[in-house]
């Protein structure tokens, strides 16, 4: 069964002289149990379609379903069946991370003890924290907390905007290895995040810009598709590096990725004779290299 279908959504927003297209014409799906992962970059679209499919904005055209349920006809029975974590801490900062925890439950009608050995490894981690004012524990405490209060009556899928936004390195990882654990409990998870090394931790991913989707497929089968030839490039100048492999006919394309540069090479070109000074070794395209690839296809 198809956890989520998403079928030509389309949203836009007006402007003083005319509209801007937030979501255009937006198709995937994904099956029970994945863990899937909608991968761009800050205006993309991603929060305006989990707003749609948590049921709390309507599209101006097209077809959503979760769980079998229509977002729009049937968004009660969708919000009693979904979790979703906001990308902004949402949780009542005045409450201690104890009275949030009750107070979602409460709302689902469950409570805490019921439910706990969902939340357990999560909750344990900040339960010596449990009578502190959820305004006042660190970003990876919050972050914590609000994905406690989202499981807490056992959502069927849950959906992620955006949650290691902010946190910090050591965070993030912990967070994504409790996803693995929520997946392997047959949770259905939608996360979406601008880190494109979290790509990479999703059973599949959809890569969106401007609204619009460029690819769906799996992590390694975006990498191995690729189908062009990668250096890695460094130089003592830059800038200067830059400008050199602009103007070589065998380059596609070049920017910068770190301390080096990227350079993609055109189709049939096997080989670039190296100027003076400059270290370069093959590469394998990664997932942000995918993306760039694709947006550069999409302006």
């Not at 979790?83 to 949780?91: E, H, I, K, W």
């Not at 689902?108 to 050995?117: D, G, I, L």
């Not at 989202?150 to 993030?172: M, N, Q, Y």
Request: charged letters at 25%.
């Amino acid at each position: 069964m198809k956890a989520i279908i998403i079928h030509d959504i389309e949203k836009s927003f007006p402007l003083k002289k005319g509209k801007v297209q937030a979501l255009s014409n937006i198709s995937f799906e994904v099956p029970e149990g994945e863990l899937f992962g909608l991968i761009g970059p800050d205006g993309a679209g991603k929060t305006t379609l989990f707003r749609i499919l948590t049921t709390l904005m309507l599209p101006d055209k097209g077809h959503a379903e979760v769980n079998g349920l229509d977002v729009i006809k049937d968004f009660k029975q969708i919000r009693k069946e979904i979790g979703y974590m906001p990308g902004r801490f949402s949780l009542y900062t005045d409450l201690t991370v104890e009275e949030n925890l009750n107070f979602f439950a409460n709302i689902f009608n469950t409570s805490v003890k019921e439910n706990y050995s969902l939340i357990k490894d999560i909750y344990q981690q900040i339960e010596p924290f449990k009578h502190f004012r959820a305004g006042k524990i660190s970003g990876g405490m919050k972050q914590k907390l609000a994905l406690s209060c989202a499981l807490i009556h056992r959502p069927k899928i849950l959906f992620l905007d955006e949650p290691t936004t902010g946190v910090d390195a050591v965070s993030r990882k912990e967070f994504w290895e409790l996803l693995k654990s929520l997946k392997a409990q047959g949770i259905t998870i939608l996360v979406s995040t601008p880190y494109m090394d979290e790509a990479s931790l999703c059973d599949r991913v959809s890569l969106i810009q401007n609204g619009k989707i460029m690819k769906v497929d799996t992590p390694a089968n975006l990498s191995n598709n690729f189908g062009k030839k990668m250096l890695a490039v460094k130089g003592a100048g830059m800038i200067k590096t830059l400008e050199l492999f602009h103007k070589m006919e065998g380059v596609e394309d070049v920017y910068s990725f770190g301390e080096e540069y990227h350079v993609v090479l055109k189709e049939n070109v096997g080989k670039l004779e190296m100027p003076e000074g400059i270290e370069s070794r093959e590469i394998t395209a990664d997932i942000e290299d995918v993306f760039i690839s694709l947006m550069n296809k999409h302006v």
